[in-house]
């Protein structure tokens, strides 16, 4: 492609952003940061971004639009264990800004390198990445995950998010905006010393494939499904496969939306 027709386009694009005025015309500032804060994702981002009037109106500056753009996670990896504690594919690592022990240092690797001490990882995902599969795969230095932030609901595949993560012990996802997510498989796969796990504020409703879902969580002895709608689930072949017995045992005395295949 010509790298002028390219340069010209994207100011082309550029000037019609910052001459929008559809938003503008509304009256009142409180139904303006109404629709502003419902946009999310790039649109809501690239029209604040060069359009200070709006900007000013609402009251958002940089900093905010920035932080909102982001999904904040912060992990604790285990102590004795170095390794890989984040999967960085597709060459997205200019969207994933990592920060070790709490200092304002950004550093962009996914490994803890060898006798390295450290606490706590931060680690910020920009609005471009729409799937996290295998965010966390394999990831076997890590024993606690917590979700501080998302605000963005265009995330469309989390499948094996956290598969095979055998060492986690707790995870906090409380803070998941799943409302687009259509695939779901193994993404708590092989997560054997889970005890814990609070999927109610999880919204299915998009999803298509579950299979394998809870594969291999031995450790788990409740699991609240209440929330969890199957209605246009295609695929749950051993979603609960090498689950514990007394797990198994319950959720097929309680939920009958789990079809067999579930169990295999």
């Known amino acids: 492609m010509n790298f002028r027709n390219l340069t010209n386009k994207k100011q082309l ?22 629709v502003f804060y419902n946009l999310q994702e790039k649109k809501f981002f690239d029209i604040v971004k060069y359009n200070n009037y709006i900007k000013k109106r609402i009251n958002l ?45 950004e ?10 001490e450290v606490k706590i990882i931060k680690i910020k995902i920009d609005c471009e ?25 265009n995330i469309n595949n989390m499948s094996a998010m956290f598969g095979e993560c055998s060492l986690l012990k707790e995870l906090n996802i409380n803070n998941f905006n ?12 092989g997560c054997s010393s889970l005890k814990e796990l609070n999927i109610n504020n999880f919204n299915t409703n998009n999803v298509t494939n579950m299979s394998g879902m809870f594969r291999g969580c031995s450790s788990l002895k409740e699991l609240n499904l209440n929330y969890i ?27 009958k939306n789990i079809k067999e295949e579930a169990f295999l």
């Open 107 to 116: 550093i962009k690797r996914n490994h803890i390198k060898k006798n390295e």
């Open 129 to 153: 990445i729409k799937s996290l599969e295998k965010l966390f795969f394999d990831c076997k230095c890590i024993e606690s995950i917590y979700f501080k932030k998302f605000y963005r609901n």
């Open 229 to 255: 709608n199957t209605n246009n689930v295609i695929d749950m072949y051993r979603m609960f496969f090498r689950c514990s017995p007394l797990l198994i045992k319950k959720i097929k005395t309680r939920y």
């Open 61 to 105: 500056n940089n900093k905010d639009y920035e932080e909102l753009s982001k999904i904040e996670i912060e992990i604790k990896p285990i102590n004795d264990k170095y390794g890989k504690f984040i999967n960085m594919k597709g060459g997205y690592e200019e969207f994933y800004h990592i920060y070790f022990n709490n200092n304002n240092e």
């Open 13 to 34: 694009i550029t000037n019609e952003i910052k001459s929008r005025n559809k938003f503008e015309n509304l009256k009142s500032d409180y139904f303006l940061r109404k």
């Open 178 to 189: 799943t409302n687009n997510v259509t695939n779901m498989e193994y993404i708590f796969g």
